[in-house]
Nanobody
Framework: QVQLVESGGGLVQVGDSLRLSCAAS????????MAWFRQAPGKGREFVAA????????YFADSVKGRFTISRDNAKNMVYLQMNNLKPEDTAVYCC??????????????????WGQGTQVTVSS
């Protein structure tokens, strides 16, 4: 089992930045690929960003490319989502997800086995 706890959400203005954090515990963190997904009111869960177990590969949704970055610190069992130039359409609950390392399927939510509870991000115009 892997436990995931997100933090760092909040209410911000258009153009502001936020950094989300996800703390993992329970298993060897470096065995896991990590990802962020988000769910806006009335919509399904969508992929935001993912990072491979080593940090050597990253993936981003087109809607956040150039604005968001994902990183991890395997020594601290942490993964981060740096969000810059936030827009109202970024408003959602952001969830951290984990899966045993694999070579494909980073953007597919069905490929992830462990999920956090989520943290709310609200971008006000």
């Amino acid at each position: 089992q892997v436990q995931l706890v997100e933090s760092g959400g909040g209410l911000v203005q258009v153009g502001d930045s936020l950094r989300l954090s996800c703390a993992a515990s329970g298993r060897i963190f470096s065995y896991y690929d990590m990802a962020w997904f988000r769910q806006a009111p009335g919509k399904g869960r969508e992929f935001v960003a993912a990072i491979s177990w080593s940090g050597s590969r990253t993936y981003f949704a087109d809607s956040v490319k150039g604005r968001f970055t994902i990183s991890r610190d395997n020594a601290k069992n942490m993964v981060y989502l740096q969000m810059n130039n936030l827009k109202p359409e970024d408003t959602a609950v952001y969830c951290c997800a984990a899966r045993l390392r694999d070579s494909s399927g980073f953007t597919d939510l069905n490929m992830y086995d462990y999920w956090g509870q989520g943290t709310q991000v609200t971008v006000s115009s």
